[in-house]
T-cell receptor, first 115, second 115 residues
């Protein structure tokens, strides 16, 4: 049981480059989300999805795109990387948007550095 | 919007002693969910304990317990018999019961354990 798998674990980009952070889960979770973690800021929600074909913005969506073509995958795209996007990115999933006490299951994160 | 405040950025505890991590939140809702997550140096996000506001009884998970004061909007985490492996960053988080409810995190507190 792999859980939530994020790739890559580390990435260095130059300003203006694009890339996709991959996230896959094998738990048949309907709810998937992306967070970024910055020092002194906690985790902030970027985008989320409550099922295939449905996505919505979180707290800090600017500069990021997402799509959800399958239940399993929820990639995060940076179209033109900026130094302000240097952060640790977490993908997390859960059974449904209304999960009660059910926790979010997190991937192990991707550390992204934009120079 | 709900906010979660962890006012202590760092704390330290002697091995085998007890430590309490503070968390307050702001909400106008009557029912909601509260969580504590642990993030060790491995970066993995691990659920420590969870509580539903509707239930007044404080949650307990082995050495971890909470002091939930609904009127004061306080949700502190108590770690008993602290171990070296408890050294980590701890995040308090809030989730409402509504559809598409999101997890709102505090900024976190770094706990060190002295041998």
């Amino acid at each position: 049981n792999a859980g939530v798998t994020q790739t890559p674990k580390f990435q260095v980009l130059k300003t203006g480059q694009s890339m996709t952070l991959q996230c896959a889960q094998d738990m048949n979770h309907e709810y998937m989300s992306w967070y970024r973690q910055d020092p002194g800021m906690g985790l902030r929600l970027i985008h989320y999805s409550v099922g295939a074909g449905i996505t919505d913005q979180g707290e800090v969506p600017n500069g990021y795109n997402v799509s959800r073509s399958t239940t399993e995958d929820f990639p995060l795209r940076l179209l033109s990387a900026a130094p302000s996007q240097t952060s640790v990115y977490f993908c997390a999933s859960s059974y449904s948007s209304w999960t009660g006490l059910r926790p979010l299951h997190f991937g192990n994160g991707t550390r992204l550095t934009v120079t | 919007a709900q906010t979660v405040t962890q006012s202590q950025p760092e704390m330290s505890v002697q091995e085998a002693e007890t430590v309490t991590l503070s968390c307050t939140y702001d909400t106008s809702e009557s029912d909601y969910y509260l969580f504590w997550y642990k993030q060790p140096p491995s970066r993995q996000m691990i659920l420590v304990i969870r509580q539903e506001a509707y239930k007044q009884q404080n949650a307990t998970e082995n050495r971890f317990s909470v002091n939930f004061q609904k009127a004061a909007k306080s949700f502190s985490l108590k770690i008993s018999d602290s171990q070296l492996g408890d050294a980590a960053m701890y995040f308090c988080a809030y989730r409402s019961t509504g559809a598409n409810s999101k997890l709102t995190f505090g900024k976190g507190i770094t706990l060190s354990v002295r041998p």
